[in-house]
């Protein structure tokens, strides 16, 4: 049975004055961009009714990142070359939403003048809006280092559950001499209650053979107790390392190494890595691939508490131009009602950079992509759904009968490319049991689209990177399997088959394009990702089917990704 669904009813104006059942087909329906504001509690209000927070803490899918803003370059108070604020190495901030000793951000750094590792010593900076960050009042930098034998590197910021302390974690590396204790390399913590006065810092995880080495940590509490995760750079393909423990400070019962699966989609080695524990539990993080001379980025999800990551590129940013990604880390700003997370991704070289720089940005998470399995408001409303940022075509199909699509709401005209699409009980259909095609231009090659089902047929797909009748990417149902296939001269070239999918009414069928990167959603959940350049220039986007039970589509959604 069908949930209740309820449509606006408009004014001449255009303004929404009331929500009505509706009767007839199922789906999701497009409200007008102005009707939706966000209220300050973080909910949605359409048009004076208001709806819960659209975006909780639990729902946010880091492998759909974006930037939401330009790169900014921060400068950070190097205590080593003032006139050279903006060569870190990396920073990573942590966030208190009313402030915590008198800030909102928390920052840990790591100056690296001339790449000079002598200098990669942990600094502390602290910010209101993220940005512009200084040293607090009666703090000198660094807070250690440098150290008598070797290097210290990659430290990394968090808070004690109860926020009463900030720990700072970082890298003892021998530099040819021996740590005390015997060790070649050792994690370091230190604590603070206030950000200025540290404690003595004590060693956890030594190694005495240097090929068990944990660069760039993550310490994080994980519900029960504490958790590293790291890179074992001295172990071959330099796979992910991970300890435990269950005490109620992170200096003591840690367990043995254990390696969580985190396969590179590529083959590559990974070298530096941030992790944190998300409001819902699962593990986020972000990760560079490659060595020393940096990488690209890539988003990872543990949902089993960081033994068993996803891994996906981060396609947001590419490769840096000139140059190279470095150590990347996630900020999370959560106040209990909404949740952002904020970018901070350090560079080698390229766009005029000597050495390094550490580059902010906010991340969002477009809604239009999730717009089915997501939004608490249009759960209320039956997936009712407003065209977002990026967004150039919409199309409810609610015109009368015909033997052709026309034009979408958003005005693009759509063409038939084989055989016959047309308008049937308001939804788009194939007119006829054979290969019928239909597509529009949303404008960019970079492009992310969705449909809903309204009836299942025989086949059907959705199409993206359409170059002509022969060549085109598609996402759907064959009869027996949904499948990703590329179509090369009229053949399938590739073919991906996705077990566990069975189609139902209402369902969303989502692509998103990105470069050379193509994500397959859905229901509103990334199910896939491919790196395949076919086509990726091309604009067009559309729906096939064919057989003998016609399929009907509803609410086509495309735009820029």
């Not at 009331?18 to 329906?29: C, D, E, F, H, I």
């Not at 543990?302 to 947001?316: E, L, W």
């Not at 073919?495 to 859905?522: C, E, N």
Request: hydrophobic share 40%.
């Amino acid at each position: 049975m069908l949930p209740v669904e309820l449509v606006g009813v408009f004014d001449n104006a255009g303004n929404l004055v009331s929500l009505a059942p509706k009767t007839g087909k199922p789906g999701p329906k497009i409200f007008k961009p102005a009707l939706l504001t966000t209220s300050p509690s973080g909910g949605v209000a359409i048009n004076g009714l208001a709806f819960p927070n659209p975006f909780t803490p639990q729902e946010i899918d880091i492998h759909n990142a974006r930037i939401a803003e330009p790169l900014l370059t921060l400068s950070l108070p190097s205590p080593y070359y003032p006139g050279q604020p903006k060569d870190h190495a990396y920073g990573t901030p942590v966030y208190h939403p009313s402030g915590w000793n008198g800030y909102k951000f928390w920052m840990v750094g790591a100056p690296f003048p001339g790449s000079n590792a002598a200098y990669e010593n942990p600094c502390i900076y602290v910010s209101n809006d993220g940005e512009n960050f200084s040293v607090p009042a009666g703090l000198t930098n660094p807070i250690f280092g440098p150290p008598a034998v070797g290097n210290y590197s990659d430290p990394q910021i968090c808070f004690s559950p109860d926020y009463s302390k900030l720990y700072v974690i970082w890298v003892w590396e021998n530099g040819g001499g021996t740590i005390p204790g015997g060790y070649s390399y050792a994690l370091m913590i230190s604590e603070s209650t206030d950000g200025v006065t540290w404690a003595t810092p004590q060693v956890i995880n030594g190694q005495a053979n240097a090929a068990n080495r944990s660069d760039s940590p993550s310490l994080f509490w994980n519900g029960n107790g504490w958790t590293v995760l790291y890179v074992q750079a001295g172990q071959a393909g330099t796979p992910l390392g991970k300890i435990t423990t269950s005490s109620t400070t992170p200096y003591t019962g840690w367990g043995a190494v254990t390696t969580p699966t985190m396969t590179h989609p590529l083959s590559r080695n990974w070298w530096h890595c941030y992790f944190s524990r998300a409001a819902d539990g699962q593990v986020i993080g972000m990760v560079q691939d490659n060595n020393n001379d940096g990488g690209q980025l890539y988003t990872c999800s543990s949902a089993d508490g960081g033994n068993t990551f996803t891994v996906r590129p981060f396609t947001a940013i590419p490769a840096a131009a000139g140059g190279n990604w470095y150590r990347p880390s996630l900020c999370i700003c959560s106040d209990g009602v909404k949740q952002e997370i904020i970018g901070y991704f350090s560079r080698i070289g390229g766009l005029g950079i000597t050495n390094f720089q550490v580059q902010k940005a906010k991340l969002a998470f477009d809604a239009h992509l999730h717009f089915a399995a997501k939004a608490s408001v249009l759960d209320m409303v039956n997936r009712q759904v407003s065209p977002g940022r990026g967004i150039t075509v919409w199309d409810s199909f609610t015109r009368a009968n015909a033997a052709v699509l026309g034009n979408a709401d958003s005005g693009q005209a759509w063409t038939t490319q084989t055989g016959t699409f047309g308008i049937l009980s308001n939804t788009a259909n194939n007119q006829t049991t054979n290969n019928n095609i239909a597509t529009i231009d949303p404008g960019f090659s970079n492009c992310s689209v969705e449909v809903a089902l309204v009836t299942i047929g025989s086949a059907f797909n959705l199409i993206c990177n359409f170059q002509d009748s022969g060549n085109f990417w598609q996402f759907g149902w064959n009869g027996a399997q949904m499948q990703l296939q590329k179509i090369v001269a009229g053949g399938a070239a590739y073919t991906f088959t996705f077990t566990g999918f069975t189609p139902s009414v209402g369902d969303i069928l989502g692509l998103v394009r990105k470069g050379q990167f193509l994500a397959v959603y859905y229901n509103g959940r990334l199910i896939d990702m491919i790196q395949d350049a076919a086509f990726a220039n091309s604009t067009l986007v559309g729906l096939q089917a064919s057989g003998a039970t016609a399929t009907q589509f509803d609410n086509f959604i495309a735009g820029q990704a």
